[in-house]
């Protein structure tokens, strides 16, 4: 069964700190991979994809890293600021057919306290 | 700008009646889903389409029905069979599969009262 699991489940960092989420998985074959930020009553916004051949992706202060092999990712997020308080999702694209599946993790969520 | 628009933003229902979710893309996007959002669930596929006038069923399919006579629209109904639609209804389309994100409508929530 395909799975896509997040860690923390929620965190609490002050601003200005730095902090990294979790997703680990089991998707396979695997296609990509992508973290989105989803704020309180909010569509899910795109932060970042990945393939198979990449491990590492930044967008601003958001870093993702992927490793294939061990079907891990991780979202690092740099300086931390009040407005990064959000849920942040894992989502795992994979499987063979004309219909790659697509599973979404629980998500982290991220309280940035003054 | 383009993007997603879903309306209402807040939605109540009866027991016993039909709703149904607008979903408008001005994006060109070919494929359009809709997903259902439930506390400490991740997102679960209700229905996809993945061209004009055709459409499949996702993993929770049951209570609910969709239409896609034009590219720019993707309405959900809800029905009166689905016993527990009390949730976050979230729309998606996407260009392609490989090598973009899945862009968002705001999501509607739905009550039953």
């Known amino acids: 069964k395909n799975q896509v699991e997040q860690s923390p489940q929620s965190l609490i960092i002050l601003e200005g700190k730095n902090c990294t989420l979790q997703c680990n998985y089991t998707v396979s074959p695997f296609s990509n991979l992508r973290w989105y930020k989803q704020d309180t009553g909010r569509g899910p916004v795109s932060l970042t994809i990945?393939?198979?051949?990449?491990n590492t992706k930044s967008n601003g202060r958001y870093t993702a890293t992927l490793d294939a092999d061990t079907k891990q990712s991780s979202l690092h997020i740099t300086a931390s600021q009040l407005s990064d308080s959000a849920s942040y999702i894992c989502v795992v694209s994979g499987g063979s057919g004309g219909y790659q599946k697509v599973t979404f993790g629980t998500g982290t969520k991220l309280q940035v306290i003054p | 700008d383009g993007g997603i628009t879903q309306s209402p933003k807040y939605l109540f229902r009866k027991e016993g009646q039909n709703v149904t979710l607008s979903c408008e893309q001005n994006l060109n996007h070919d494929a359009m889903y809709w997903y259902r959002q439930d506390p400490g669930q991740g997102l679960r596929l209700i229905y996809y389409?993945?061209?004009?006038?055709?459409?499949q069923k996702g993993d929770i399919a049951e209570g609910y029905s969709v239409s896609r006579e034009k590219k720019e629209s993707f309405p959900l109904t809800v029905t009166s069979a689905q016993k527990n639609p009390t949730a976050f209804y979230l729309c998606a389309s996407i260009r392609d599969r490989q090598r973009d994100g899945y862009t968002f409508g705001s999501g509607t929530r739905l009550t039953v009262v």
């Open positions: 990945m393939t198979f051949s990449e």
């Open positions: 389409s993945q061209i004009v006038n055709d459409f």
